[in-house]
């Protein structure tokens, strides 16, 4: 599985951030996107994200720079792209945007786990057909508002975006997990367990798979790639990523 990782904004000139409470969004996203990166590779995820270093700039003018994070991560093959952003305006809360259907579900997901763990009001999730990451993203895409760059002093926001950064990679790694379905923390123990007493898990019904793999799998089935109604599957984890990629590549939309 295959997260690409957007700091939003460049770290200077064209396209950087907002600015508020003595803090740069730019700096802010890139702490958070790298803390991000290393809690999903030691649960076993890849990662790759659009700003290597802090003073990574991305194009040579705003366009070209929100253009080349959609085109590195459909290059890489992402199967999941997430921008974090920090929001502007004087308000307090958290807001993820989506642009696609396909990541309606990512989008909800990740806006309850966030929200809750970070003690943040949940203002929205809300679709948006002109923000470009997440709309031409071929993956399921999301941009996270972490917080108010420049909310007043009397709201949680400022606290947040200042002093737990460790907590908010968190709390999005867990929203990430809660979609895909796994339980990192005890990975290690049950892939032991595993190999050594029991064979690896084959999936039966619909229900028992992971989120970002159901839609494929149901497309398949209702289209007879798959026999039966979803209720005898009999597939592995490999079978499954396979279908999913092949849908992702559009293999199965003959007559649609």
Not at 64 to 80: K, V
Not at 109 to 118: D, L, P
Not at 131 to 157: C, M, Q, W, Y
């Amino acid at each position: 599985m295959k997260i690409f990782i957007d700091a939003g904004h460049n770290f200077s000139g064209f396209n950087a951030g907002a600015v508020g409470n003595g803090m740069r969004e730019q700096d802010i996203t890139f702490d958070v996107s790298l803390k991000l990166a290393k809690i999903l590779e030691a649960a076993g995820l890849t990662t790759r994200l659009s700003r290597p270093t802090l003073e990574t700039n991305l194009g040579t003018d705003n366009t070209s720079a929100i253009n080349a994070r959609w085109q590195l991560a459909n290059f890489w093959g992402a199967d999941i792209f997430i921008s974090i952003h920090a929001n502007a305006g004087g308000g307090t809360g958290v807001e993820v945007i989506y642009g696609k259907d396909d990541s309606a579900q990512l989008a909800r997901v990740v806006q309850r786990v966030y929200s809750q763990a970070m003690g943040l009001r949940d203002r929205r999730v809300w679709r948006r057909d002109d923000i470009g990451v997440v709309r031409h993203t071929k993956a399921p895409a999301i941009l996270v508002e972490l917080a108010f760059i420049d909310s007043p002093p009397s709201n949680p926001d400022v606290e947040i975006l200042r002093n737990k950064r460790d907590d908010m990679a968190a709390a999005l790694a867990a929203g990430l997990f809660e979609y895909l379905g796994i339980e990192p923390a005890k990975k290690e123990a049950a892939e032991s367990e595993q190999t050594e007493k029991e064979p690896p898990r084959r999936y039966k019904q619909l229900d028992e798979l992971p989120n970002w793999a159901r839609p494929s799998i149901e497309k398949l089935v209702k289209q007879g790639y798959l026999k039966g109604d979803g209720d005898d599957l009999d597939l592995s984890m490999d079978m499954v990523r396979i279908f999913v990629v092949h849908d992702m590549a559009g293999l199965y939309d003959r007559g649609q």
